[in-house]
């Protein structure tokens, strides 16, 4: 059974940095791209940025691009996200997604339950 | 504001069909399979439509996606209850070279 469990959010104060976990398994993790999404408050979805099976090519939203960074550790069924420079409009629920392909695509075929990030002093 | 439209909201009666639309460009839907997701409230997202218009197993044929030029559509026919939900495309975009979704169309069946 594919499960994606989500880890590390809570509540930040602005400019400051957190990192997101999202620790998958019940399927070979480093033959898939994963993704973050989030959903701000009374939002849509929102794509963050997403990863290459092989961590060899990362993707990047305009509005993250240059404080976030995706990785995700093979050996370990881990992917991250490393964010920084955080401000009140990053606050939201962020989704840990697997694509269906080892390139990003949007075929997210499961997706973790989310960790709720708030930005605020 | 979305690179791909849907409209905000959709309503419609038990048992009624209805349809969301999703507009996009040459760089994305044109070019690019589409996806449909529903996501309930505090809940993850859930795969629709595949590909413009493969349905996942489990998800039921009341639920259908198409796709043409740079517009998409996913139909939902007799409708139920539970379908209350917010509903979202999503595709490529070799522009942006990134994800996009669309803005989401909440229904609410009356």
């Known amino acids: 059974e594919v499960q994606l469990l989500e880890s590390g959010g809570g509540l930040v104060q602005p400019g400051g940095s957190l990192r997101l976990s999202c620790a998958a398994s019940?399927?070979?993790?480093?033959?898939?791209?994963m993704s973050w999404v989030r959903q701000a408050p009374g939002k849509g979805l929102e794509w963050v940025s997403a990863?290459?099976?092989?961590?060899?090519?990362?993707y990047y939203a305009d509005s993250v691009k240059g404080r976030f960074t995706i990785s995700r550790d093979n050996s370990k069924n881990t992917l991250y996200l490393q964010m920084h420079s955080l401000g009140a409009e990053d606050t939201a629920v962020y989704y840990c997604?697997?694509?269906?392909?080892?390139?990003?695509?949007?075929?997210?075929?499961?997706w973790g339950q989310g960790t709720l990030v708030t930005v605020s002093s | 504001q979305s690179v791909l439209t849907q409209p905000p909201s959709a309503s419609g009666t038990p048992g009624q069909r209805v349809t969301i639309s999703c507009s996009g460009s040459?760089?994305?839907?044109?070019?690019?399979?589409v996806y449909w997701y529903q996501h309930l409230p505090g809940t993850a997202p859930k795969l629709l439509i595949f590909?413009?218009?493969q349905r996942p197993s489990g998800v039921p044929d009341r639920f259908s996606g198409s796709k043409s030029g740079t517009s998409a559509s996913l139909a939902i026919s007799e409708l139920r209850s539970e379908d209350e939900a917010d509903y979202y495309c999503?595709?490529?975009?070799?522009?942006?070279?990134?994800?996009?979704f669309g803005g989401g169309t909440k229904l609410t069946v009356l």
């Open positions: 997604a697997k694509d269906r392909l080892g390139v990003p695509t949007g075929y997210f075929d499961y």
């Open positions: 019940g399927f070979t993790f480093s033959s898939y791209a």
């Open positions: 990863i290459s099976g092989s961590a060899g090519n990362t």
């Open positions: 040459r760089s994305n839907i044109e070019t690019n399979n």
């Open positions: 590909r413009n218009n």
């Open positions: 999503a595709t490529w975009d070799d522009s942006l070279s990134g994800v996009i």
